[in-house]
């Protein structure tokens, strides 16, 4: 992955991070003020019907006031009489009070038979006995209690709630004793409902306690912290409960209303803006910075990358970097300049060396076979000529100086042959492996009691033909040279190895200890004798130097006594190396 994509990702990611703790926090502190804020509205709201509630029992108990001090009124409660009824007591009357019922009760507590008149419907209607009763316990409780402002309240009766509102009758200048009580009734039907509602400008229901809309907390939450109300979130809207008691205190219902979430809505929306505006901001900034690094930082990145591989792939170290600026990657650039001038000038040590190498070998070559080819056609002379006369003894050490003779000469093209792998440039090119193989074991021969097994459908690789025949030569003629077996067995083969192929060459010779496993690939070392014909400790070097200038590697799986493994590695160049 390039540094401008982890550059990118990091600032997304960065983003991304940012962006979510923001809406986090917003949601724990902004968003919260907006649900504080509903919840303010809705205990506002709360508030507002429970004074619209006591200004319609002010207003009914304002009327029974503005009765009860009246002199017609005070002198029907001491001596009832039709005449004061059939003027008062009419349909007007209950239509301009808004009242269903209009009792009177004389100073004992005994109600004076009342009137009802449901204006909606246009008809009278009888007093209910469950009212007549309540109206009478409040009559009696009240009779002779001296100052009584009067009272008023809701009662529950089967037939429904009913709003009263009762005071003393006196006489039109306020004095007393008082005659008796008037209570002024109103049913807490739809018609009233729907004035609450149109007053408080949202829509308002009555239940009963027992509903299943009713929260079951309502009550405990009364009781416990005397708060009235409590609401529900009921889809997109929010359900506000008042608690209604009766004149005595007792509980007895509960008013409903419906309140739309605009607060909540607004802040959702609030919140929703305040994201994408975030986020757009975010993206913005991001680009910005992405830009300016990309500017300042990335594209020069980018351009001594692609000046250091071009410097790479040339092998011109007398290139240099461009540098600009006066920053670090300036000093950066300088630096890679002058560690491509060290580099230079240590190559062309480096080159000087291996000519004095490469001079080295060709005069080892030169100035030392010339007196061994002598050495090697005195002793043959001496041999001929004398082979009469020499014991037992002479012949066998005219013998081993030629075999002498003949391994010095094996070590010097040992290290002719060292020293010349990797100073031709590799030719790469797609090899057959199958033909590669069965070229180099015609050419070795093994022999009858040999059997060389060859996987079948060994891959086509690219490397260099010659050098890697020479790995497979080196391997196969190393496991004929020192199975000690009657029959030999050789197997080769190959399996794709991940980045590679890996090519194994087993033989069921006697093992190498693992302590030799490392040993056998330095130069000169051979675990064999030393006056064994070929065995100069030469050939696993070159095979070792060969697999690693590959990009490979090369090890060895063996115990002793149980045959011996090498392994080789090459790895793929080109997509059509691949296994499919």
């Known amino acids: 992955m390039t540094l401008r994509k982890k550059t990118v990702l990091i600032l997304c990611f960065s983003a991304i991070l940012i962006v979510s703790l923001i809406i986090v926090a917003s949601r724990g502190i902004l968003f919260q003020r907006y649900m504080d804020l509903e ?11 429970e004074s619209i509630l006591m200004a319609q029992q002010d207003r009914y108990a304002s009327y029974a006031r503005d009765w009860a001090v009246w002199d017609s009124a005070y002198e029907y ?7 004061f009824e059939n003027e008062n007591l009419v349909p007007d009357t209950f239509e301009s009070l808004g009242i269903h019922f209009l009792v009177f009760a004389d100073a004992k507590g005994n109600l004076i038979p009342g009137s009802g008149y449901d204006f909606q419907k246009k008809s009278e209607i009888p007093l209910p006995d469950s009212l007549s009763k309540v109206l009478g316990r409040i009559a009696a409780a009240v009779n002779g209690r001296r100052g009584d402002p009067g009272r008023e309240g809701i009662f529950s009766l089967p037939e429904g709630l009913f709003l ?21 009734v109103r049913r807490v039907d739809e018609a009233f409902l729907a004035r609450i509602s149109s007053q408080a400008g949202i829509p308002v229901s009555l239940l009963p306690l027992n509903s299943s809309e009713v929260p079951a907390r309502l009550l405990i939450e009364a009781e416990e912290t005397g708060r009235r109300g409590d609401y529900r979130i009921e889809g997109d809207q929010i359900a506000g ?163 002498r003779v003949r391994r010095m000469n094996d070590l010097i093209d040992g290290i ?9 440039r590799e030719e790469a090119i797609p090899v057959d492996c199958n033909s590669l193989v069965a070229e180099t074991v015609d050419l070795l021969a093994p022999g009858e009691n040999f059997t060389v097994t060859v996987q079948e459908g060994l891959p086509t690789v690219t490397a260099d033909r010659t050098k890697l025949g020479e790995v497979f030569q080196n391997l196969i003629s190393n496991a004929i040279k020192y199975i000690d077996k009657p029959h030999g067995q050789i197997r080769i ?23 030799y496993h490392e040993k056998v690939f330095q130069i000169f070392q051979t675990l064999g004798s030393k006056d064994t014909p070929g065995s100069t400790g030469v050939g696993l070097a070159v095979v070792k130097k060969i697999v690693e200038q590959m990009g490979g590697e090369i090890w060895i799986e063996s115990c002793s006594g149980q045959g011996t493994t090498f392994f080789f590695t090459i790895p793929f160049r080109f997509a059509e190396t691949q296994p499919s």
């Not at 002719?416 to 792998?421: A, D, E, N, P, W």
């Not at 190895?497 to 302590?515: C, H, M, Q, S, T």
């Open 39 to 49: 919840k303010e509205n809705l205990s506002l709201n709360s508030r507002r019907i």
């Open 241 to 403: 409960f008042l608690l209604l008691k009766d004149m005595n205190g007792i509980p007895i219902g509960a008013m409903k209303f419906l309140l739309p979430r605009q607060i909540y809505d607004q802040g959702r929306r609030t919140l929703t803006i305040f994201v994408a505006l975030f986020v757009f901001f975010s993206v913005g900034i991001i680009a910005i910075v992405l830009f300016l690094l990309d500017k300042v930082v990335l594209s020069r990145l980018s351009r001594l990358s692609a000046e250091v591989q071009a410097i790479s792939a040339s092998e011109d170290l007398g290139r240099r970097v461009t540098v600009d600026g006066r920053d670090e990657l300036a000093t950066l650039e300088n630096k890679v300049n002058l560690f491509l001038s060290a580099l230079q000038k240590s190559t062309g040590k480096l080159k000087a060396a291996n000519q004095e190498l490469q001079d080295f070998a060709y005069v080892v070559s030169h100035d030392l076979k010339a007196p061994l080819r002598g050495i090697s056609t005195l002793a043959g002379w001496i041999s001929t000529d004398n082979r009469e006369s020499l014991d037992e003894e002479g012949k066998e050490k005219l013998e081993l100086l030629l075999v």
């Open 416 to 424: 002719l042959k060292y020293s010349r792998v990797g100073r031709s």
């Open 164 to 184: 009263v509102a009762t005071h003393p009758v006196l006489r039109s200048d306020g004095s007393g004793p008082a005659a008796g009580s008037i209570f002024m």
């Open 77 to 83: 409660v001491t001596a009832p009489n039709r005449n």
């Open 493 to 515: 083969g190959c399996d794709p190895d991940g980045k590679g192929w890996r090519f194994f060459v087993a033989d069921n010779g006697p093992g190498i200890e693992e302590k």
